[in-house]
């Protein structure tokens, strides 16, 4: 089975501090993603990757940086954190094409700005 | 830019009673997937339908995809307390390696 981990299942941080998000997947899978999930709100696409040194926009970007160098590792960063950035943040990956796979989900980071 | 909406966005039931949630979206969708959230838990996916007006089955769960691909619903027969969770349909975006997600409806069973 796919599994993609996310280094941490909560975080705090405080105003100001930048932060990152690490997000590991072992089925070499072309593209990643980054959500952030609030609540009535669903799940919002930040950035994805679909190769190594790529990336791209999702619908809310601002605030938010990321780096792929491997394959397997995609990181967001929040370059100065806010209190509005207090949320749940899920990476996910697929493969091209998406097949009946679908996207495989990480565990989530819940993090905490202060 | 592509929207995809879910209603409800509640829904309680007594267990053993059937849920749909239903998936609409702007424009004509190449496929759709629904993921199943549990309280806690990330989105697992449960299925991708591509061909218009198909029709899968999953044990107690039934996904359609309209005729004209533009929206999906997901029924639960009989539901059981296991059934709880948030249903998300997702539809392809730009360049289709990227999906947006619906808003979800969470479901709630009385035991």
């Known amino acids: 089975d796919v599994k993609v981990t996310q280094s941490s299942r909560y975080l705090v941080k405080r105003t100001g501090e930048k932060v990152f998000l690490e997000c590991v997947q072992d089925?070499?899978?072309?593209?990643m993603f980054w959500y952030r999930q609030d609540p009535g709100l669903g799940l919002r696409l930040i950035y994805f990757?679909?190769?190594?040194?790529?990336?791209e926009k999702g619908d809310i970007p601002e605030g938010y940086s990321v780096s792929r160098e491997k394959k397997e590792r995609f990181s967001l960063i929040l370059e100065s954190a806010s209190t509005n950035q207090t949320s749940m943040y899920l990476c996910a990956s697929s493969a091209p094409g998406q097949g009946n796979y679908g996207y495989t989900f990480g565990s989530g980071t819940r993090l905490t700005v202060v | 830019g592509q929207q995809v909406m879910q209603i409800p966005q509640y829904q309680h039931v007594q267990e053993g009673e059937d849920f749909t949630t239903y998936c609409n979206s702007s424009t004509t969708l190449s496929n759709i997937q629904w993921y199943k959230q549990r309280p806690g838990g990330h989105p697992v996916f449960l299925i991708q339908?591509?061909?218009?007006?198909e029709v899968k089955k999953q044990k107690r769960l039934t996904f359609q995809f309209g005729e004209a691909k533009k929206n999906s619903s997901l029924h639960i027969t009989a539901t059981q307390t296991t059934d709880v969770g948030t249903y998300f349909c997702?539809?392809?975006?730009?360049?289709?390696?990227?999906?947006?997600f619906g808003t979800g409806t969470k479901l709630q069973v009385i035991p």
């Open positions: 089925m070499d899978h072309e593209n």
């Open positions: 997702a539809g392809p975006g730009w360049g289709y390696q990227k999906v947006t």
């Open positions: 990757s679909y190769d190594v040194k790529m990336k």
């Open positions: 339908l591509v061909k218009s007006g």
